[in-house]
C-alpha cells in the first residue's frame, strides 16, 4: 500500500505535545529510514530537519548522497527524479533531495539536555506509528541509543548484539521484516567510516534487498500483490 501525500515535512501530520520539535522528513514510501536520537544530538532545531545544522552534516549528507539515498540540490537543482527515475523531492529550505529516504528521530521533541526515560517511552508511539507507516525495507539507526532501541523493538537480535558502533557500522543485520544497517554517530566518525558506510549501502542496493514474493497470482485481476 502506498502512501499517498506530496508532503515532505510531517507527512504524516505528526504533533506531540511539546512547544518545538523536529519531525520526520522525507519520502512517505521510502525504501531507508534513517533514524536518529533527539534534535539535541542530532540537529535539526534551527531547520526543523534532521540531521541539519550540526559540524558533520555536511559529510553526513555526502555520504547519505554517494550512496544514493540523497541528491545534492548543488548537483541539479531543477532536478525532478535520479537517473533510474526514482520521483525525488524537496522543500524550499532542504539542503538535499530525498530519494526513497526518510529521516527521524526517536524523540522528536527539543528537550533541554538528555530527555528523561519516561519521555522517551511518551514519544515512543509517534516513532513507532511513523515507522510502521513508512514500512522501509531498510532502517538505517544513527548511534547508540537508535540502534539499541531499533534491534530491541524490531529485531530479535538484540541479546546477542553488543552495541558496538565501530564493529554494527555498516554490517547487514536481518530484522522482524527489515533489514538494519546501523550507522556509527556522525560525530564520531574517523579516516574511512564514510567511505564504509557508503560502499556498504552501494553493496545492499545491488542486492534483492526489498525481499518482496508476488502473491498476486492467488488474488483476482492482474495487479501485483506485494508482500515480505
Known amino acids: ?31 531507508f529510514h534513517v533514524i ?60 538535499f533531495r530525498v530519494v526513497k ?23 515512543e508511539r509517534f516513532f513507532d506509528a511513523e515507522l510502521r507507516a513508512i514500512a522501509a525495507h531498510v532502517l538505517l539507526p544513527v548511534g547508540a541509543r537508535a540502534t539499541d532501541h531499533v534491534l530491541r523493538q524490531y529485531t530479535a537480535r538484540a541479546w546477542k548484539t553488543e552495541i558496538d558502533m565501530d564493529a554494527l557500522h555498516g554490517e547487514e543485520l536481518l530484522g522482524s521484516g527489515w533489514l538494519v544497517v546501523p550507522i556509527k554517530d556522525p560525530v564520531e566518525w574517523e579516516t574511512g567510516d564514510a567511505d564504509r558506510l557508503v560502499e556498504a549501502l552501494r553493496t545492499l542496493q545491488a542486492t534483492d534487498f526489498r525481499r518482496e514474493s508476488d502473491l498476486g497470482r492467488f488474488v483476482a485481476g492482474s495487479d501485483p500483490y506485494l508482500v515480505r
Open 101 to 123: 529516504t526518510f529521516l527521524s528521530y526517536l524523540h522528536m521533541c527539543v528537550s533541554d539536555g538528555t530527555p528523561a526515560s519516561e519521555s522517551y517511552a511518551d514519544m
Open 36 to 95: 536518529g536520537d533527539h534534535p539535541g544530538v542530532h540537529g535539526g532545531i534551527d531547520d526543523g530537519i534532521p540531521f541539519t545544522g550540526e559540524t558533520w552534516s555536511a559529510e553526513f549528507f555526502a555520504a547519505l548522497a554517494d550512496a544514493g539515498l540523497v541528491a545534492d540540490v548543488a548537483d541539479d537543482p531543477d532536478a525532478t527524479g535520479d537517473p533510474d527515475g526514482t520521483p525525488v523531492d524537496r522543500e524550499a529550505d532542504a539542503p
Open 1 to 31: 500500500m502506498q502512501n499517498v501525500t506530496d508532503r515532505t515535512r510531517n507527512p504524516f501530520g505528526m504533533t506531540p505535545d511539546c512547544d518545538r520539535y523536529v519531525p520526520g522528513y522525507g519520502d512517505a514510501n521510502a525504501d
